[in-house]
């Protein structure tokens, strides 16, 4: 299995608090990706990052905000949580062809956050 | 129209039976297609890509029809620990543009 680990597993939080959500890879992989997994729908990109300090919005962004540092940590904080974040919460990585031998857009997911917000 | 439409089962098939899904897809520029599956409560895995020509790992086949604009998984001689949530994955143009399908849930019956 890639080396990829979530923290928290599990969180409770109040409304209008302040989230940060921390996913870390060992695989040196330059993609990284943050996705919410609801009922109903299929996971859905909140943000991706494709090196250090550099991240885009996916089709979920309002609300949340990423930030990468280094190659082996990405960051989703929800500034100011609600309800409608009530949710699991996965992060994925990928890396570049040539370099593993797959195709890129390969993506390999940690073991989510469950994330509930009252 | 979905992007990304997947029949949610479940579907419900005894041990050593064969099984088929399929995922139908609207962007006719999608480039990537991949299957995964995913335990209850557990992250999603890769199971295997989708190429034109068809692809076999094992009892598994997966197969892409891109004038349909489908694509298929085919499980054969199904086992009890087959018994997951099978997602499609269709990459439509860069990192962003990923769509994860809602997943067809299968239950292998001893």
């Known amino acids: 299995d890639a080396g990829i680990t979530q923290s928290p597993r599990h969180k409770v939080t109040e409304t209008g608090t302040p989230v940060t959500l921390r996913c870390h890879q060992t695989?040196?992989?330059?993609?990284m990706y943050w996705y919410r997994q609801d009922p109903g729908h299929g996971l859905r990109l909140i943000h991706y990052?494709?090196?250090?300090?550099?991240?885009d919005k996916g089709e979920v962004s309002d609300g949340y905000s990423v930030s990468r540092s280094k190659t082996e940590d990405f960051l989703l904080t929800l500034e100011s949580a609600t309800s409608s974040q009530t949710s699991v919460y996965f992060c994925?990585?990928?890396?570049?062809?040539?370099?593993?031998?797959?195709?890129?857009?390969?993506?390999?997911f940690g073991p989510g956050t469950r994330l509930t917000v009252t | 129209r979905k992007e990304v439409e997947q029949d949610p089962g479940p579907f419900n098939v005894p041990e050593g039976a064969t099984v088929a899904f399929n995922c139908t897809y609207s962007?006719?520029?999608?480039?990537?297609f991949f299957w995964y599956r995913q335990d209850c409560r557990k992250e999603p895995k890769l199971l295997m890509s989708?190429?034109?020509s068809g692809n076999e790992d094992g009892r598994f086949t997966a197969q892409l029809n891109r004038a349909s604009q489908y694509i298929s998984l085919l499980i054969r001689d199904s086992k009890l620990s087959d018994s997951a949530t099978y997602l499609c994955v269709v990459f439509s143009g860069g990192y962003q543009k990923v769509t994860f399908g809602t997943g067809t849930k299968l239950q292998v019956i001893p």
């Open positions: 994925a990585i990928s890396d570049r062809p040539g370099t593993s031998g797959g195709s890129s857009y390969e993506q390999y």
């Open positions: 990052s494709y090196g250090v300090k550099d991240t």
């Open positions: 962007n006719s520029a999608s480039q990537s």
């Open positions: 695989e040196n992989h330059r993609y």
């Open positions: 989708v190429y034109s």
